[in-house]
């Protein structure tokens, strides 16, 4: 194993931020797959410091040790060989204590207050179990006397089914935590390119300047799966991927693109801009419905070479089922920066490739002097790329060389690659920002209650609307890019989707 230069020589994290971590759901996938691997390398870079504890809490019967061993096992497993160091595991799973509790039972949570006690770091309680279970654990940390004024709790979406549950379950937290505890995740918001889209709209006169309705045409979000179901079918099918991925990831995206000016980039002036966003979405009403909207689910098809199953042949599967693996719409934000400027947005399983992308359509210069039969390409794009490769590009417009090509156009990118850009920096995963956030006690990456609800009020309307329509979703080939009509819905505005992937 290569010898980190980073846990030889930094200083471990600052000591205000010290903290103990109780993290629920310690045995499940998220933790093993997401939550360690993030935490070693907090650790590994020097930005955690030396008195923080980690508690890990899971119904199975576990001793310390086995525990650290099935810790480590995962890291093994994911993390790359130039990213492990003896020095650096060890001091992690030193770390790292367990503790077998029944989440619903208010036996046993007397532990954890005695963990705690006489310890000066504030406490994080991270919720990464099902989200109905939520307010048990926190009221049973409240009647153990587990908690304190400044302990906070991290939740993972999704929080709720629609706009009705997800009160109940904020109502559940808040109950035992103020607003200004309360730390919800999106991990999208974590991502290197979704901060630098904040650096870039509001750090860069070039780009500040242009971004309304008179300089840009349309906007697209899409956020394109490979995989199927994976297991989940009984969580999915009675989601669905508007719930899934439009309610948090897609709407979260589309609020950083549109939303007006911070005052400042403290937590609730970004978040207060983001709320007037969702509160300017036009719903679906009428013929919009049916003519903005497509609903898809997958049928059997090939990815990557291989046959794959559709959606109504996975295992388990309920053959009646209506859930929708594939949204595309077509919405309108009803302000005076965005007034006529289209955002469509794209997502679903079973793609063709793993993809999340924005591309800001430029509007066309009104005098066009160049070949008639080039004036479709004569525009810019900026393309902000969150997956699978991070990167921002902006496509111009350039003679095309040659002494025989005349005054061609030609198209190409000024591009920013991160791994290219930065070849000795190793691009942080979403969760070790999101991490360090809360270690820090700073909530700028993560929403706040009101953006959820009107994000829940806005899909709830849709979700209504496919109700009393009582369409079926349309049917698409796995390994393609959704239904036809998806297409349709975007080229009727003499439009296409950006494919150059």
Known sequence: MSQSNAS??????????????????????????KLFPALYHLDREGLMPESTRIMGLARQEHDVASFRKMVNEALQKRLKSSEQDK???????ARLDYLKLDFSSVDGYDAIREWRKGSPRPMVVYLSVGARIYGDICRHLQ?????????????????????????????????????????RIDHYLGKETVQNLIALRFANPLFGTQWNQNNISHVEITVAEKVGIEGRWGYFDEAGQLRDMVQNHLLQLLCLIAMDPPS??????IRDEKVKVLKALKPFVGEALGRDVVRGQYIAGNSDGQSVPGYLEEEGANTQSQTETFVAM????????WAGVPFYLRTGKRMPEKLSQIVIHFRQQPHYIFDPDQ????????????????????????KDSGLDKGMRLRPGPLHLDFNSAFPKSRIPDAYERLLLEVMKGQQYLFVRRDEIEHAWRWCDQLIDGWKKRDTPPRRYPAGSWGPVASIAMITQDGRSWYEDY
Not at 9 to 27: E, T, V, Y
Not at 87 to 93: D, G, H, I, N
């Open 143 to 183: 009647a153990s006397k587990s908690l304190d004024d400044e302990c906070r709790v991290v939740v993972e979406k999704p929080i709720g089914y629609d706009l009705d549950s997800s009160v109940e379950i904020n109502d559940a937290i808040g109950e035992v935590f103020p607003e200004s505890r309360i730390y």
């Open 375 to 398: 004036r479709g390409i004569a525009s810019n794009k900026l393309i902000i790329r969150l997956q699978p490769e991070e990167g921002i590009a902006l496509q111009v417009l350039t």
């Open 264 to 269: 400042n980039l403290d937590a609730d002036a």
């Open 87 to 93: 020095q650096s595991l060890e001091r992690f799973l």
């Open 8 to 33: 030889q020589s930094a200083p471990l994290g600052d000591p205000n931020h010290a903290i103990d971590l109780a993290l629920f759901g310690a045995l499940g996938d998220l933790a093993m797959r």
């Open 330 to 337: 077509k919405t309108e934000v009803s302000n005076w920066r």
